[in-house]
């Protein structure tokens, strides 16, 4: 079935969404740049917001780093970075909302239980691939009530149990079994069924931290995002966040997803592969470098990061338009 996505209506705001478990590193940059490029070609508004929920991986201080980073590439936000560690109760509204209409529920499934699931109806994990939830508390947590009553019990004053978006038989034509449909400005026209590939998916954690997918989609919403740029690792998500804003009856963005870095080890450049935190007291060349991978010209010739910029804009402004 066809789903097909319509677009927040109005001007272009876009942003850039660091989690700050460190300073940029080359591969950040390029997010970074391609989003405030779009928004500046689109006269839009740029926004950072610091996505600093999964507090286990934030480090002290890195906000600071990766706003000064940015400053000294000339890459200034419109309005005071937003923190989602600030924003728990929008969340929790959220999720109320998904509750309230029977579209997400408790689970109790530790990894383990998934897999030994997964393992039991011949669905076995592959290498690589994400484990895809069977939906064994969709329907209750009948059938374990020993482990889920102790759970329960136990942890649920202080600790959440995760909620998961169902497969949703209450509410077929929202994330249910079906094929969405979306266009990714420079991946072309893209397709998934989230419960064939991912399942149900968490919402908040047993840790009681909120997951991703709720608060991006949450934040996005409230901060009028019209156009998420971003890298290309995180393609994989928009499926379940189309999904959680249909279900949350938020407008639609478009999407864009950048050319990756490569580390050493031809992965996504991150910390494990060799990624060290950019040095921007030569900003030109650290522009230069990232626009590079976003296809500019490597020989720009500019005296400051502003002038760069503006050619960089121009140049960007050319080669995407976007239908309004
Ligand atoms: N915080 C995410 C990251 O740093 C990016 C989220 C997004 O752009 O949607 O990988």
């Not at 942003?15 to 070609?41: I, K, Q």
């Not at 997400?104 to 499934?109: D, I, K, N, R, V």
């Not at 482990?147 to 034509?173: G, M, S, Y």
């Not at 072309?188 to 840790?207: I, K, P």
Request: net charge neutral; glycine share 8%.
């Amino acid at each position: 079935m066809q789903t097909s996505v319509s677009v927040v209506p109005g001007r272009y705001i876009g942003r850039f969404a660091p989690s700050p478990t460190g300073p940029l590193h080359a591969g950040s940059m390029v997010a970074a740049l391609a989003s405030w490029l779009d928004a500046r070609a689109h006269a839009g508004r740029w926004l950072v917001r610091i996505e600093d929920i999964d507090t286990p991986r934030c480090v002290p201080g890195a906000d600071a780093l990766i706003m000064q980073q940015l400053a000294a590439c000339g890459l200034l936000p419109d309005a005071a970075p937003l923190y989602q560690s600030q924003r728990s109760s929008f969340y929790q509204a959220a999720l109320d909302t998904l509750v309230a209409a029977g579209l997400a529920y408790p689970c109790a499934c530790s990894r383990s239980d998934i897999e030994q699931a997964l393992a039991a109806s011949g669905q076995p994990r592959m290498r690589h691939q994400e484990l895809r939830y069977p939906g064994t508390c969709r329907h209750g947590l009948q059938g374990r009530p020993t482990r889920a009553w102790r759970f329960l019990t136990e942890n649920c004053k202080q600790k959440r149990p995760p909620a998961l978006i169902p497969h949703a038989q209450a509410a077929p034509d929202l994330v249910a079994d079906q094929m969405l449909h979306w266009n990714d400005r420079r991946l072309g026209q893209q397709q998934q069924n989230v419960n064939q590939t991912v399942g149900d998916f968490v919402l908040e954690r047993a840790d009681g931290l909120w997951a991703y997918q709720l608060a991006v989609v949450v934040d996005d919403g409230a901060q009028g995002i019209s156009d998420i740029v971003r890298g290309e690792d995180l393609a994989d998500n928009t499926a379940r966040q189309i999904g959680l804003q249909r279900a949350l009856g938020l407008p639609l963005p478009r999407y864009l997803h950048t050319p990756l870095v490569l580390g050493s080890d031809g992965e996504k450049l991150s910390k494990q592969n060799g990624a060290t935190a950019l040095d921007t007291s030569q900003p030109i060349h650290v522009l230069a470098q990232a626009g590079q991978v976003l296809g500019l010209p490597a020989g720009l010739s500019a005296q400051t990061p502003a002038d760069w910029l503006q050619q960089a804009v121009a140049l960007w402004g050319r080669a995407t338009k976007i239908d309004r």
